[in-house]
């Protein structure tokens, strides 16, 4: 495959592009290279400064914290020498007055004992010194005086009702602990910072004798880390691990005012962006902070932008667990290597430039004398024959030169002895070509006015019949009739669409349509289709395929249905006894040279066959007796396909040799067939030709009372399953949404009976309608009226709608009304016609209800109301048992049953639908249960009980 393709390239190329590929790769993999190695110095950069900042903050930290519990030693040491007494607290004042001043992060320093007596050596962040007393001798209120410069009491600053430094949470906790420990985190209600006190419970002989005290300035911490240089824009914040911000690099402060009171608050709400993004980060990544026992490196996104976070525990032994976190933004350290980035870009485009000039010229100096012998080949293919190569050159090219000029003279000698059998030849073929084009111009006439005489009045007929099975005034008798009607309609329809299909295959007119689809869900739903009909009949049905068949494919799956059904129809109809097997299996060896890979549906070219050549510089084609064949290019490309073999097989009463030959003619049936009464014997021709059009071959083979198996192969592609598209379903439209202008629409048809179908579809709609008989007619009404849509019958007397919606679509307010094409034609080539005299839409007749209403809110924005069936029954079957009996339809008529089961077996999804209606007018609440077996895809529940319905009559 490799080698075809560059057989393709010119020479020039396949010298150009691997230089130029190698140059790129080469220049791009250093580069790849650099940017990797750049994010990886970003990480390790990263991490080497959290690393270092997070210790230094823990370091700090620890000095820090130590400091208090020293003080609290030192007074306790005071105590067990006896130089103070914990029963007379006077002689502490000036001791802890002096104390407090060795500190500059101290907020103060105290004592109380077991009687309720407090001293405070208190310093103030302005440099104030205070003492402060409460206890017996001031009645239990707290004191707060100013002092001297010698530590006596000067002033009274602050007055405190009743405080009993025993009932405190500072003295109760050092109490319960009985050791050395913390008390809680608060806010001073003198300084703005956060207090956090070291305690140190007195014993002697085992006996509380009182508490010391140091209380510590958080604020201090704060300063600490504003001071650290982290990164450009990183900062570092302290947290407790129930997310309390306690101290931040930041100019935020740890607490917040609200009612005249200070509050701490929670990191995940600070207004710092950084802050709180990193914080809510930690508490979904780790669902609890208390879960972090360890360091870790991390990192997240803020807005897109990428942050470092470094997440450091810190505990003291003495009941402190906080967390150091440390985030730098990605930003800080990336700068230089986009830089970087950025000339690797350049230096890759520069390098590419510079490998497309060299290598265009060395291609120069090697293909231009290449080039020269190739014109010279062009020219005496065009009969230049006097053109010859002239080459100075010694080497191999000037030896390929003299031996091209005198193969040319051999050639003019030839082609003049044949150009006059070829000039005869031509003209013959001119003669058969010329009465081959009237007779296909004939048969496509006959074919457009065959569809639109037969199609017109079946519209009619189909249509009206779906709109009397939604009235609701008929008597049953009159439903049982219309359901006949119906039926009988679209059986009609059914045959036409065969002969007409059978024509447009023989006038070369059938196109494929391929389709993504799920193969084994059509295998599958085949096989539920035809296995009730095989259980009537005490058959066997089997499905079955190889492993290597790809479950997702692209063909066109409308055809590929036909053609299985129609087989499947023809076993299951004259078996009586064994059954019928399909069998699905990869092709391994491709036929008539067709190869996987080759992105090509291939057509049956026989004798007496011409095909007009695409290429217009090949004039002359010399072809063997009675055949001609034209150069064609088709110009699909190439892309992984695969050919699939399938086998239908029954135990039937076989084929006779002598009738195989005829078994694929038109109208042609087998004497089995014709006993039978049924069938027109176009099943097989049809299904044949739909096969040779997918770019492969049918055949069967035949043992008279044993057996028969036809079998086919088909060209596919493997697809992915995402690219299966999913199908909508349908539902009865029954109002307008409200809230919606009046829309006007006008219905163009020359046959009364198509225009009163549509009225009587939309008038209960309250579309305000009006109606015209011709195009000119319509070109008066529109542009009086300006209607939002058209429904525009295409052939029509006086002036066609092709003439009339050029027109309209060739005006400025015209572009403003839509237009949808009605028409009875089966050409798919009439379609584009249509669309380009200017129609909006496209639509064949006879058409659907529910097809109307859908091109109409596509077109103009029209919203409906739908019917729910199920909805409107569902207490109705909630009441009766949840699973439908026999009895629910042997009350039923026997034709609307029919009916039923013939839709499912035909696996006809409008009939089933419409056959449910019919049903509902008899019977709503079995009528929404078997409409609920449908939607659940329980075709084989349905079909078995009205087969138990039947074997009880």
């Known amino acids: 495959m490799a080698s075809k393709i560059l057989d393709k390239l010119p020479l020039r190329t396949v010298l150009i592009v691997p230089f130029v590929l190698q140059i790129v790769a080469a220049v791009g993999l250093v580069g790849y290279l650099s940017f990797r190695n750049g994010q990886k110095a970003v990480n390790n950069l990263a991490g080497q400064l959290m690393n270092e900042v997070s210790l230094r903050v823990e370091q700090n930290l620890e000095v820090y914290l130590t400091t208090p519990h020293q003080i609290n030693q030192s007074k306790l040491d005071t105590v067990k020498i006896g130089l103070l007494k914990m029963e007379n607290l006077s002689d502490w004042e000036k001791y802890l007055w002096r104390q407090v001043q060795l500190y500059p992060y101290i907020n103060f320093t105290s004592i109380g004992n077991k009687y309720g007596d407090y001293r405070t050596g208190e310093k103030l962040s302005n440099g104030s010194l205070m003492i402060n007393e409460s206890g017996q001798s001031t009645g239990f209120d707290f004191y707060s005086y100013n002092t001297n410069n010698q530590g006596d009491r000067t002033t009274v600053a602050t007055v405190v009702k009743n405080f009993d430094i025993r009932q405190h949470t500072s003295y109760q906790d050092a109490a319960n602990a009985g050791k050395p420990t913390w008390s809680s985190v608060y806010i001073s209600f003198l300084e703005p910072t956060l207090i956090l006190s070291a305690l140190q419970p007195v014993y ?12 510590l300035r958080l604020d201090h911490i704060g300063r600490f880390l504003n001071n650290l240089k982290i990164g450009k824009s990183g900062q570092a914040f302290i947290i407790e691990k129930n997310g309390t911000l306690l101290a931040t690099s930041t100019a935020e402060q740890p607490f917040r005012t609200k009612d005249n009171k200070k509050q701490l608050f929670q990191a995940e709400t600070s207004v710092n962006p950084s802050t709180q993004a990193t914080a809510k980060y930690l508490g979904a ?3 609890k902070l208390k879960e972090i026992t360890t360091s870790h490196l991390l990192n997240f996104e803020i807005n897109g932008k990428r942050q470092f976070v470094k997440v450091l525990p810190f505990q003291d032994g003495k009941g402190l667990d906080w967390l150091i976190v440390v985030v730098v933004p990605e930003a800080d350290f990336t700068a230089e290597i986009n830089t970087n980035t950025r000339t690797t870009i350049w230096l890759c485009f520069a390098a590419l430039a510079v490998a497309v000039v060299i290598g265009i010229q060395t291609s120069k100096w090697v293909t231009n004398p ?27 090219l000037g030896e390929l030169a003299k031996s091209f000029n005198s193969m040319a003279q051999q050639l003019q000698q030839s082609f003049e002895t044949l150009e006059q059998r070829v000039r005869e030849r031509t003209a013959e073929l001119a003669v058969a070509k010329d009465k081959a084009e009237v007779a296909n111009q004939a048969k496509s006439a006959f074919l457009a006015n065959m569809s639109h005489e037969l199609r017109s009045p079946l519209n009619a007929i189909l249509g009206f019949s779906q709109l009397m099975t939604r009235s609701q005034t008929l008597s049953p008798e009159h ?9 009988s309609g679209e059986h009609l329809l059914t045959l036409i669409n065969n002969v007409l299909d059978l024509s447009k295959i023989e006038s070369g007119r059938t196109t494929l349509n391929p389709k993504k689809f799920d193969l084994y869900q059509l295998l599958n739903d085949l096989e539920d289709m035809f296995q009730l009909k095989a259980d009537d009949k005490h058959l066997w049905l089997v499905f079955d395929h190889s492993a290597d068949v790809p479950q997702y494919v692209e063909t066109d799956e409308l055809k590929l249905r036909q053609i299985l059904i129609n087989l499947l129809n023809n076993a299951l109809k004259f078996t009586k006894k064994g059954g019928v097997a399909v069998t699905v299996s990869r092709q391994l060896s491709a036929k008539n040279s067709k190869q996987e890979g080759e992105r090509v549906y291939p057509s049956k070219l026989s004798k007496n066959t011409n095909i007009a050549a695409n290429n217009s510089e090949i004039s002359q084609i010399i072809c063997s007796e009675n055949t001609s064949y034209a150069a064609t290019n088709n110009g699909l490309g190439s892309a992984y396909s695969l050919f699939l073999h399938f086998e239908v097989k ?26 039978s009464q049924e069938g027109t014997g176009l099943g097989l021709p049809i299904s044949r030709k739909f096969v040779e059009l997918m770019g492969g071959e ?8 044993k057996e028969t198996n036809f079998k086919f192969d088909i060209q596919v592609f493997a697809v992915d399953s995402s690219e299966i598209e999913t199908t909508k379903t349908t539902r009865n439209v029954i109002a307008l949404a409200p809230n919606q202008h009046p829309y006007r629409i006008l219905i163009v048809d020359d046959k009364p009976l198509n225009r009163q179908l549509l009225i009587k579809l939309l008038k209960p709609l309250n579309f305000e309608l009006r109606e015209a008989t011709n195009g000119e007619e319509a070109i008066k009404i529109w542009d009086i009226w300006e209607p939002h849509l058209i429904w525009m019958d295409m052939r029509m007397p006086v002036m066609d709608g092709y003439e009339a919606t050029k027109y309209i679509k060739g005006t400025i307010k015209g572009q403003a009304t839509a237009v949808i094409a009605l028409t009875a034609s089966v050409l798919e080539e009439e379609r584009a016609v249509i669309l380009s005299a200017g129609c909006d839409a496209f639509m064949r007749k006879p058409f659907r209800e529910a097809d109307i209403f859908d091109a109409m809110h596509k077109q103009i924005g029209v919203r409906y109301i739908y ?36 839709a499912i077996l035909n696996a006809d999804m409008d009939l089933i639908e419409s ?15 078997i409409a609920n077996c449908i939607e659940n895809f329980e075709y084989d529940k349905v079909l078995k009980l009205i087969s138990q319905a039947n074997s009880h009559e």
Do not use: H, Y
């Open 204 to 215: 002697e002989n085992d006996m509380l004798e009182g508490v010391l005290v140091t209380a």
């Open 285 to 287: 990544r780790f669902g």
């Open 370 to 396: 290449i080039l020269r012998l190739n014109t010279a080949a062009k020219n005496i293919a065009k009969g230049e024959w006097d053109k010859t190569v002239e080459s100075q050159r010694s080497d191999e």
């Open 479 to 487: 439903q049982e009739n219309i359901s006949i009607i119906s039926s």
């Open 650 to 675: 029954d135990t039937g009463p076989g084929i006779a040799a002598n009738e195989l030959d005829n078994l694929f003619e038109a109208f042609v049936q087998t004497q089995t067939g014709k006993d």
């Open 698 to 705: 049918m055949s069967v083979s035949s043992t008279v009372g």
């Open 867 to 902: 019917e729910d069936p199920g909805q409107a029954n569902l207490s109705a079957i909630q009441e009766q048992d949840s699973e439908m009996t026999e009895a629910d339809f042997v009350k039923l008529p026997d034709s609307l049953v029919a009916d039923l089961k013939l």
């Open 915 to 929: 056959s449910i209606e019919q049903i509902r007018l008899k019977d709503t609440v079995t009528a929404s249960a």
